[in-house]
């Protein structure tokens, strides 16, 4: 074969190299840019009712109770704008905890599981960590703190389940979900119940679904739920302090 020939054929697969790598980036672009947005009234509400100190750190939003000694790191569902989960973190705040929520690069947590490491090393005033997500992130969140067992006192999984191994750690963990869940694969999460300590707390929440952890609308393939959002991220928020708090005094 002569250098001609070598040379078109070359210039045939660069371009085709390009084209096929120009379908995958307008694919996956084309993927990402169809999520689930935030209800802003309902988190305006939830901002001026809870009377909570929020600030933008670091790409985070932050909510301080003041005078915290236990933070709570939660990275938001899959292909959900991460301000959705403001008025969950805020109910939470307002029990106590420091609550940080990540943005997540396209709105998928799996492309920064480490984000968590940023807020820990500078909040040295914090005696306590705990870190959680909803659906993906909860995963997420579970493979960041099967890494980092000496940082993270516990973790909490919002219709979510953990696919790294964690049953013979330390890690205190509390799962919760909606009976009326429509979206969880529940084949999967009892699977990989088996990742967790044996003495891990799973609670149902009667008549709440996937997306009523969140304010970003229902979520296709949900099931009706028989309690408002409200309802759920109050009732979360009160599993979740009572996880975290009562633990703590217990030191």
Not at 58 to 80: E, R, S
Not at 145 to 165: M, Q, R, W
């Amino acid at each position: 074969m002569n250098t001609i020939k070598k040379m078109k054929i070359g210039k045939k697969i660069t371009i085709s190299f390009a084209l096929f790598l120009l379908i995958i980036i307008c694919a996956f672009l084309l993927y990402t840019s169809d999520y689930y947005h935030a209800d802003d009234i309902a988190i305006q509400k939830a901002r001026i009712d809870g009377d909570i100190d929020i600030s933008n750190i670091n790409g985070a939003l932050v909510f301080d109770p003041g005078n915290a000694d236990t933070a709570l790191i939660f990275y938001p569902g899959g292909k959900v704008e991460y301000t959705a989960y403001e008025p969950l973190m805020i109910e939470i705040a307002q029990k106590g905890i420091l609550c940080i929520l990540p943005k997540m690069p396209f709105n998928l947590a799996v492309f920064d599981i480490n984000a968590a490491n940023t807020y820990i090393s500078q909040n040295t005033k914090i005696l306590h960590w705990y870190i959680g997500g909803h659906s993906l992130g909860g995963s997420m969140a579970a493979s960041y703190a099967s890494k980092n067992s000496g940082e993270i006192e516990g973790l909490v999984l919002l219709a979510s389940y953990s696919t790294a191994d964690i049953s013979s750690s330390n890690i205190r963990v509390l799962s919760i979900y909606g009976s009326k869940d429509g979206v969880m694969n529940k084949e999967s999460y009892q699977k990989n119940k088996s990742n967790l300590p044996v003495n891990f707390t799973e609670i149902v929440l009667q008549g709440g679904n996937h997306a009523g952890f969140g304010c970003y609308g229902p979520q296709k393939g949900d099931g009706n739920a028989d309690i408002t959002s409200k309802q759920q991220q109050m009732d979360t928020a009160q599993a979740i302090a009572e996880f975290c708090l009562t633990a703590n005094s217990d030191r």
